[in-house]
């Protein structure tokens, strides 16, 4: 069955950076285009990266310019590069692929705060 591990977060101060990973297995993961996600609390989760299989990416406005996502097809691994954090980008993080259909992990929480 599918599984995704997200892994890299923590408490970081405004301004700093964090590179989050996603393991995922189960799949054949270089043919999904992938997603980061984020949910804050009392929000809805939603959708901040997109990669598609070709490498093409697209960003929430909230974090275009500050954030890149890659994908290593070799490790079934996505990436999460997140700069210039603000007290807003905390929220935990999850991956799927971009349709949402397989079952969440565990997230992984980014904390933003001096």
């Known amino acids: 069955q599918v599984q995704l591990v997200e892994s890299g977060g923590g408490l970081v101060q405004p301004g700093g950076s964090l590179r989050l990973s996603c393991a995922a297995s189960?799949?054949?993961?270089?043919?999904?285009?992938m997603g980061w996600y984020r949910q804050s609390p009392g929000q809805q989760r939603e959708l901040i990266a997109t990669?598609?299989?070709?490498?093409?990416?697209n960003y929430a406005d909230s974090v275009k310019g500050r954030f890149t996502i890659s994908r290593d097809n070799a490790k079934n691994t996505v990436y999460l590069q997140m700069n210039s954090l603000n007290s807003e980008d905390t929220a935990v993080y999850y991956c799927?692929?971009?349709?949402?259909?397989?079952?969440w992990g565990q997230g992984t929480q980014v904390t933003v705060s001096s």
């Open positions: 990669i598609s299989t070709g490498g093409s990416s």
């Open positions: 189960g799949i054949i993961f270089r043919i999904y285009t």
């Open positions: 799927n692929n971009a349709a949402r259909t397989w079952p």
